[in-house]
């Protein structure tokens, strides 16, 4: 069984909420302090349509978290859970303060950098596909980013209110994606991670990302990479109970 009061951060998807770790904190509840903070620009965090953003600006945001946490003497380094964007910013956060960060567990991490190999050109140009985002139009570039990760038709598929949900946040969601489709973080840097690390993924995703996380899991010192059989992106939210099940057993082999 994991230490008691262990503290696990929980990081959720670009264009969610903290809301979509509620199973997640469940199982984690009775050993754990869970810490799952709404990202700027989502839920209890607004972020000013118009505003530039750029991801490094939540990196600061869960460093000045974990400090005040720490200055408080309300916990410790802390194991760090995360989903496509909030994977991102688990990497980014054991870059920053590797002190802080027990282990990390993240399906599907969006590290783009990764692919700076002359191999890697294929992946890129499917980035850069997808279309432009445009103040005055938000609903042609979300059908693009949601059917890029999703496949044709996702978008339209969705139910209207989880439509509106998206167009809500679709400026500070389109920064995200600008600033880490450009991060330069390469394969060296990542290298640095020391912290245990498991990668996960679903063999359904799109190829540009499962290309990241098998570079990813090469490039980390200590990761272990899986790939979830009928699992896309949305791994997380689909099939919670399987891939939740995952990081609490990952969890549970790191527990100091």
Do not use: C
């Amino acid at each position: 069984m994991l230490a008691r009061m262990t503290s696990v951060l929980l990081l959720h998807s670009g264009g969610l909420t903290s809301r979509q770790w509620r199973k997640l904190e469940d199982r984690l509840a009775p050993n754990h302090r869970v810490i799952a903070p709404d990202l700027l620009g989502y839920g209890a965090n607004p972020w000013p349509a118009g505003k530039p953003f750029h991801f490094r600006d939540d990196v600061a945001m869960l460093v000045d978290l974990l400090d005040r946490l720490l200055d408080q003497r309300l916990d410790g380094p802390t194991h760090v859970v995360g989903h496509s964007y909030g994977g991102l910013l688990a990497l980014h956060l054991a870059l920053a303060r590797p002190d802080a960060v027990l282990s990390i567990a993240a399906y599907e991490p969006v590290a783009f950098g990764l692919l700076d190999q002359p191999e890697d050109i294929a992946a890129r140009d499917a980035l850069a596909r997808r279309s432009p985002y445009r103040p005055d139009a938000p609903e042609e570039w979300l059908e693009s980013f949601v059917d890029w990760w999703q496949g044709a038709g996702a978008w339209r598929a969705l139910p209207p209110a989880t439509k509106q949900a998206f167009l809500d946040v679709s400026w500070k969601l389109s920064q995200e994606v600008q600033s880490l489709s450009a991060d330069p973080t390469n394969r060296e840097r990542y290298a640095t991670i020391t912290a245990p690390t498991l990668v996960l993924a679903g063999e359904r995703t799109h190829p540009t990302e499962l290309r990241v996380v098998q570079e990813l899991a090469q490039a980390l010192p200590r990761a272990t990479l899986r790939v979830f059989p009928g699992m896309g992106h949305m791994g997380p939210i689909t099939h919670a109970a399987e891939v939740n099940a995952a990081f609490v057993a990952f969890l549970e082999s790191v527990a100091i």
